[in-house]
């Protein structure tokens, strides 16, 4: 028998952590706690162990969240209101500290339908206004982020885990892709071309396709969903979002800025917001009214994405893995190369689509250029902290499943024969922390190489020439992003030409890693083809109609036929 005092200061011993730890801590304590037989551990001793802890969101140091319209519980399914979400209770986690911000609320698949139906109707109003009208909103839009940029750019630094001024960067490219869409508003169109027949005019128009589906990852929680949906919105498009269920609180918080300026014009709810799990995705994918579903991910579930909406004749939009190289040339500028090598690779702690993950250095430059590398990497060590830190220029990846991917593809590099040239390590503090990784003495077509681990790992290689490097750029399954550093004009035109990189994004003199908004974004091959954000990427979200006008009295065929 254990006496009555013994459990009471147990009790009162987790009543204290109970201030420190997540619910999710606190609820293991909780089980492994002695089993008293005057004391009791139920689900609602759990609940009210979750009550008492307390969430980022309820302190004054982190009081933009409240700014930005956020509590302790938030609804994720909006669809022209705020509604609760029966789904499930979804905490989003500070992977800097490993601590609570606040919990999301998600939906079901009655709250998908619900978003669903909102979506088309507004979708039949909306269609209706002119472009510009439609072009003046997003710009609100726009302008309404603009007042947020701040808070919002710290909560995407805090929920995803990136430092603070790509957070920041990361709400700017909303910014900037309203802009561009304001400007498009008044010139999308299509060509008139001349006709064969007399008195006849050939023309193209591009009108809207109806509901657009995007379902964002958590590295750019906040951005990618503004690339798709300034673009659609201007075209005349309603827009439904999925966001990732670890960045929750950036799908919300976006949402709420968007919503404002929404019901601040008497508009119907022309961006719908439900959050949820695999369920809530593979039923937007399924669902006949989503005409276009944008997928932001991995290369495995895009292919399902792919094969579904092409089963039922739908159109997607897939941006998925990348396994971006970086090519040193023999006559590279080199510091310039160093600077975008060290960006590129450990950026976003290695988390982003166009992460540097290979480094194909020629003969002569190689030993020197690692050297200088590793060095650099060695100092970053000094300004490893938590996101929200002005002094951080590298923190946490995003959560426990990344810092396990992370292990398990070190020991995999180590056993076929990898040399860590620095890093390799995680990093002893709260939260989610890696070292960044630099491997050597791997084959250029080792099997860990050619798969894309997002973590701050990157692979060197020794070459001996251009043709070589071209070819082992090339000999990925992925086709996001490239670079090639040359003051070489004959090997820099070779490198965008049919016998140079078959990325989609194919860069010289500058890093892989991110690009701007007035090009299209994507990659080719297993990264899925997909394209967003600038240049002619809009036509992804209309249907084009070809149109002749015969304008004359007679009706001749083409091709000169006559029919009699």
């Known amino acids: 028998m254990v006496s009555e005092s013994p459990a009471i200061s147990c009790q009162q011993d987790l009543q204290l952590t109970a201030s420190f730890f997540r619910a999710d801590m606190l609820a293991a304590l909780?089980?492994?706690?002695?089993?008293?037989?005057?004391?009791?551990?139920?689900?609602?001793?759990?609940?009210?162990?979750?009550?008492?802890?307390?969430?980022?969101?309820?302190?004054?140091?982190?009081?933009?969240l409240k700014d930005l319209g956020l509590q302790r519980v938030n609804s994720g399914v909006y669809d022209g209101e705020w509604t609760a979400g029966k789904a499930n209770t979804v905490q989003s986690i500070d992977p800097g500290t490993g601590r609570v911000i606040a919990e999301v609320t998600t939906g079901s698949e009655k709250d998908l339908e619900r978003c669903l139906s909102a979506g088309v109707a507004a979708y039949q109003e909306w269609k209706k206004l002119p472009a510009p009208f439609r072009g003046d909103i997003v710009r609100q839009i726009g302008d309404e982020l603009r007042k947020y940029r701040e808070p919002l750019g710290k909560l995407v630094a805090l929920e995803m885990g990136k430092i603070l001024p790509e957070g920041v960067g990361e709400v700017q490219e909303f910014v900037d892709i309203c802009d561009y869409a304001v400007g498009l508003s008044r010139m999308f169109g299509g060509f008139i071309f001349p006709s064969e027949r007399p008195q006849h005019t050939i023309m193209e128009k591009w009108n809207p396709l109806g509901l657009v589906g995007v379902i964002s990852a958590f590295n750019f929680p906040c951005a990618v969903f503004g690339w798709n949906a300034a673009i659609a919105l201007t075209i005349?498009?309603?827009?439904?979002?999925?966001?990732?269920?670890?960045?929750?609180?950036?799908?919300?918080?976006?949402?709420?800025?968007?919503?404002?300026?929404?019901?601040?014009?008497?508009?119907?709810?022309?961006?719908?917001?439900?959050?949820?799990?695999?369920?809530?995705?593979?039923?937007?994918?399924?669902?006949?009214?989503?005409?276009?579903?944008?997928?932001?991910?991995?290369?495995?579930?895009?292919?399902?994405?792919?094969?579904?909406?092409?089963?039922?004749?739908g159109r997607c939009l897939l941006e998925l893995g990348g396994n971006n190289a970086l090519i040193i040339n023999e006559d590279a500028p080199q510091e310039m190369a160093l600077d975008a090598a060290?960006?590129?690779?450990?950026?976003?702690?290695?988390?982003?689509?166009?992460?540097?993950?290979?480094?194909?250095?020629?003969?002569?430059?190689?030993?020197?250029?690692?050297?200088?590398?590793?060095?650099?990497?060695?100092?970053?060590?000094?300004?490893?902290?938590?996101?929200?830190?002005?002094s951080t220029l590298y923190g946490p990846v995003h959560n426990q499943q990344a810092v396990e991917n992370y292990k398990q593809t070190i020991q995999e590099a180590v056993s076929l024969g990898g040399k860590i040239e620095c890093g390799g390590k995680v990093i002893q503090r709260p939260g989610f922390y890696v070292e960044p990784t630099v491997i050597s003495n791997l084959a250029h077509d080792a099997p860990v190489v050619k798969?894309?681990?997002?973590?701050?790992?990157?692979?060197?290689?020794?070459?001996?020439?251009?043709?070589?490097?071209?070819?082992?750029?090339?000999?990925?399954?992925?086709?996001?992003?490239?670079?090639?550093?040359?003051?070489?004009?004959?090997?820099?035109?070779q490198w965008i030409?049919?016998?140079?990189?078959?990325?989609?994004?194919?860069?010289?003199n500058t890093s892989p890693s991110g690009a701007e908004i007035g090009g299209a974004f994507g990659?080719?091959?297993?990264?899925?083809?997909?394209?967003?954000?600038?240049?002619?990427?809009?036509?992804?979200?209309?249907?084009?109609s070809t149109i002749t006008v015969n304008h004359s009295t007679d009706l001749p065929l083409a091709q000169g036929i006559i029919f009699e």
């Open 30 to 64: 909780l089980q492994r706690a002695p089993k008293l037989t005057n004391v009791f551990y139920t689900a609602s001793a759990t609940k009210s162990a979750r009550a008492m802890a307390t969430y980022l969101v309820e302190e004054d140091s982190f009081s933009f």
């Open 497 to 508: 030409g049919e016998n140079g990189s078959d990325c989609g994004i194919v860069n010289i």
């Open 236 to 313: 005349g498009n309603t827009v439904l979002w999925k966001g990732a269920p670890s960045t929750s609180l950036v799908s919300v918080a976006t949402t709420k800025i968007v919503a404002d300026v929404i019901k601040r014009n008497n508009l119907p709810p022309i961006v719908t917001l439900c959050q949820g799990g695999d369920e809530i995705g593979r039923q937007m994918v399924k669902d006949e009214r989503v005409k276009l579903m944008s997928f932001t991910g991995s290369t495995a579930v895009g292919r399902t994405v792919g094969i579904e909406m092409q089963r039922r004749f």
């Open 342 to 390: 060290f960006f590129g690779c450990i950026g976003t702690a290695g988390q982003r689509c166009t992460t540097t993950r290979r480094l194909i250095i020629h003969e002569k430059l190689y030993d020197n250029f690692i050297q200088k590398l590793v060095k650099r990497y060695t100092n970053l060590m000094q300004r490893v902290g938590h996101p929200l830190d002005q």
């Open 523 to 544: 990659g080719e091959k297993h990264t899925g083809g997909g394209r967003e954000s600038g240049s002619d990427a809009w036509k992804q979200y209309a249907r084009r």
């Open 451 to 493: 798969r894309e681990t997002f973590a701050p790992i990157v692979y060197v290689f020794k070459t001996k020439n251009l043709k070589e490097a071209i070819s082992w750029n090339n000999e990925v399954d992925q086709g996001l992003s490239s670079s090639l550093f040359t003051n070489n004009i004959q090997s820099a035109f």
